[in-house]
């Protein structure tokens, strides 16, 4: 344990609008505290700066997953675990539960948030692709208001997210895929090992082929910017074209100037940008089916 | 350094008996377990959540007990290696792991078994795939799995007939 | 008559205690008023300490603290040599090199001390790599950074090229590896001058500690007592590296009059622990038209890192394993450790031979394929026979039918016809299927004369109740040492294995046998514990209390008996050097090894060329090993080796900066987990070994040897690709790859 425990306040608020009471009254001062899944290592490692921690993990009303007619709200606290138990929710969002049994260990879907997940920002997560893929939006509460925000419009920059200091997320929100559309979706990670792995290169993309066409489609990508993001370039490249060859390897060019790997401990530049285009084309190949 | 954060009072039950301790709000719930608790069957491999020797249940769930902050065990009923066998005998997948070679040093033991019969009782007829799954979070060095999963198909095998009584 | 123990799978000895959580490793272990201790670390790969800054924050008068002024005898780890100090004392030559040691009884508070300690180095020039080590870029170790050097030769090698029709070269790398014991490093130490100094820990060898305390503190040798303790995973990283980590504890113990408790978290133990060493071995081999080797020329260097510890052991089995189980007239062999400055490389299962081997193996492939022969045609028309001599002139006495074993493992799993089906498939899939192998042999026990210099005991004693305590050196940590050793008493007794009691190894009480590595423990040691029951029986007959075919309740009644009539019951049996065996320690040739494991290992790999990631589809290990005395704890060792050979091979990377590992986390240095590893299909042979206890010889390195050259062979089956590298990281395999435009 690299850390002083003793430094460490965890405060364990009764609800969320005691919650949102203290963060909004001593505003910037408290961080919110979830699974604990990416704060505890931080705290192991003697690299967890931020001194005060309100917990929110007991509160009830960021829990739940509610079906509507025309969307699926999944509580910000909902665990990969309970992703992944949700008859409707992996039916209909196939990526998403894709992701979630691909993330970490049993033991860290037992614990670790989608909501955490979402707020920590990491450019390597492997369930934000799948909800950029479907669109999502994040409903973000202060103890004055609540607003939403579309996922794709969350981040600035590296670890950079537009949620202010007294805004927690209550839940994220995806519209339902309609019944007379048949999606080809595609979700990969590649990271060095089969389980428990931090991924090189995460593709996630779905779309619709209409008279030989694509159409809405919709590719997303982590590990290969400071931000997972839509590759919104690409997508315009493919959209409503057949899947040819040709297309294809427009499409890689496009792809691979849009997105920005580095080098680093785990991989290289080049590493993930040969595999984004190969990933691409593995996508290609479910298009042409 | 400033010592800003008091000691908080932490009730929960482990292994059915009822624990009260007095510790700061993020120590793990891992050292609380060993150090207060004086339970130290669970071990700590790698303080990161990566390789399950810290492996517990928390309300049925699997989870790595070193990233887990003393202040969320609250009311929590707990499981750890002590509480896997009964007062007469050992749980199927423990004598499995004796007669099948599923522990060489032993470190990784004790999560490897809690893992092992987590995944059992969600799923009592898991197949291979479904067992390398339900272990992946837990890592060895010692046997290459082999032996751990051979023990765990053995266990499913003596679930249903009665266990030995404990030799 | 058919052994009734020997051969038996007998549950683990200590098995129940591990899987009831009840086994008590070195951190499970406290003491009334004991103190935590931690070590203040080198920022820096070389230069003069200039300066040690402590922060006024830290109340610094409740904390010990220890440099290397307060060691009372030498200031060195010894070892083979004194070069390592416990401590460093004004000038530092590795990343992460101890300076000081800190003691307190708050471990939160002891943390935040080592924060506050800054420690100010004058850098000079470094060296990192083994080639600038060579050309003595800098030197930095003796004259020329040389730790240690063999030559071996056999024929006359210069005549031999003109006779060669194909000469192919290659050049062969592997890298550094973690051993990864899941326990991390641990000890607690009790000392003082009255009382002398007591070290408890996780470790592989208390005799190795115990010499390394009594030149630390200069006190005599019952002054100074190390105990084992249920030891979670050691591989070699525990061989010596515990005597720094103990010498430590003892220090802070000695000044601070209290226990101190050192337990390494995964991060300091990764940084500053031994690893594998880093090797390059250069071949030249000369073939005849008809694939028969008629000359070999090795060069082959490992990287010792910044102090001598075991370069020179590591080696010495480098070389002799580098020439692998082939007849070759005319063989040369260079090698050498070299110093960088980087933290020590140690002890790793295999020990030099796994770096030799993979160069062997993956270059004799390739010179399979300039000859035009299948690599398996090209093994066969080479491998040894008995009678024949080895590189280092041993001559083959081993009844070894390396073919045999090669057929068998190929016929286990369908070799032959993957391998033509496999290159046809693939012409049409993205995911190519590879299949590939590896003949190698693992020598047992210590080199050359060293099994005579250890001069290992081993001592049994019964009680009057007919209960047995053996009293060995040898340590548990998993592969079975326990289990084994009661097994082979057992077995010579006539006795039950519950009748059997393992003295907890513990300087005070058991003999030197020796250190619990080299694949030794059951062929040495187990000879000695199993001589020592045959003489306490023999002492039982030859008294008349006890006739041939005894029954239990007999037996324990002339036991009961004897120890009436004659005192203890106990036998003490010292290692007996073979007169038949020489070895030329100046020449560097005769018998290396009393015996060896002779071995072919399968592999079968996927790769998909779209992200180059490796998947181990299926992989058969068949093996010669004299007497299998337990099968599943033998096949557990076979199958644990093989899933570190697969790592060592395909993940495990060592990422390096300024001589610092800086993947120093299990999320960022990648074994394999349950979803990785394949069908790991275990097969044995046995001739048994006269000389070894119940005819057994040495199983717990082998498949280190053969396992990564093995799928690099497969790998290069499946794409092409010409691998001379391990690990074969996907980024390296896709550029190698994209270059043979698979």
Redesign the interface.
Known sequence: MRSYIPSYELLAPCDLAAALQNMSSEYGTWKPFAGGTDLMVLLEAGKLSQRKFINIYGLTELRGIEVTPHHILVGALTTYTEVRRHETLTREFPLLARAAAETGSIATQNRGTLGGNVANASPAADSPPALLVYDAELELVSSSCSRWLPYRDFWSGYKQVALRPDELIRCIRVPRPSKAHHWRQYYRKVGTRRAQAISKVCFAAAARIDSHRIRDVRIALASVAPTVFRAAETEKIMEGESPTPSLLRAAQETLAAEIAPIDDIRSTAYYRRRVSENLLAEFFDLLSA | MSESAHKISVHCTVNGRALSIETYPMAPLLDVLREQAHLTGTKEGCGEGECGACAIEIDGLLVNSCLVPALQAEGAKIRTIEGVATENQLDAVQQAFLTHGGAQCGICTPGMILAAVNLLQRNAHPSDLEIREGLAGNLCRCTGYTKIFASIVEACRNMQQPTEPRT | MEPRIIGT?V??K????????????I??ISFPEMIYGLTVRSPAARGRIVNIHFEP?IPWNEFTIVTAKDIPGKNCIMLLIDDEPALADGFVNHPEEPILLLAHAD???L??AR?AVHVEIDSAPAVFTLADSLTCKEVIWGRDNIFKSFHVEKGDIDSAWSSAAFIVEGEYETGAQE??????QGVIAKASPGEGVTVWGSLQCPHYVHKALLALFGLPKDRIRVVQT??????GGKEEYPSMIAAHSALLAWKSGKPVKMIY???EDMLATTKRHPSRTIHRTGVTRDGKLVAMQIDFTIDGGAYQTLSPVVLSRGTIHAAGPYECANVRINSRAVATNTPPHGAFRGFGAPQSVFALERHLDRVAQVVGLAPEELRRRNFIQPGQTLAVHQVVRENVDMAGLMDRAFQLCDYHAKRKRFQQENRHNVIKKGIGFASFLHGAGFTGSGEEYLASEAALEVSGEGRVRIFAGSTE????TNTVFTQIAAEALGIDCDQIEIVQPDTAQVPNSGPTVASRTTMIVGKLVETSARTVQKCLFDSGLLNRNYSAAEFKSACAAYIEKHGPLQSLTKYQYPHDLHWDDERYQGDAYGAYAWAVYVAEVSVDT????V?VEDFVAVQEVGKVINP??A??QI??????GMGFAL?ENC?WQQGRM??G????Y????????P??RVFFEEIPYERGPAGAKGIGELHLDGTAPAIANAIAHATGAEITRIPI???VL??IL?SVHV
């Open positions: 799978s549950p683990r200590e098995g129940r205690d591990k899987v009831t959580g009840a086994a008590r490793y951190d499970d924050t471990k939160y508070l943390e935040e924060r051993q990864l014991y899941i326990e991390p249920e030891t979670g995973g050691g591989f978290d995964r991060a940590m998993g592969q079975g779209r992200t180059a990631e998947r599943v704890l096949a557990g199958e644990g080796g093989v899933a570190q993940y990422v800086i993947n986390q299990m999320t960022n990648i074994i394999p987990t349950s979803m990785d590893v069908p790991i990281t996907a980024e896709l550029n994209e």
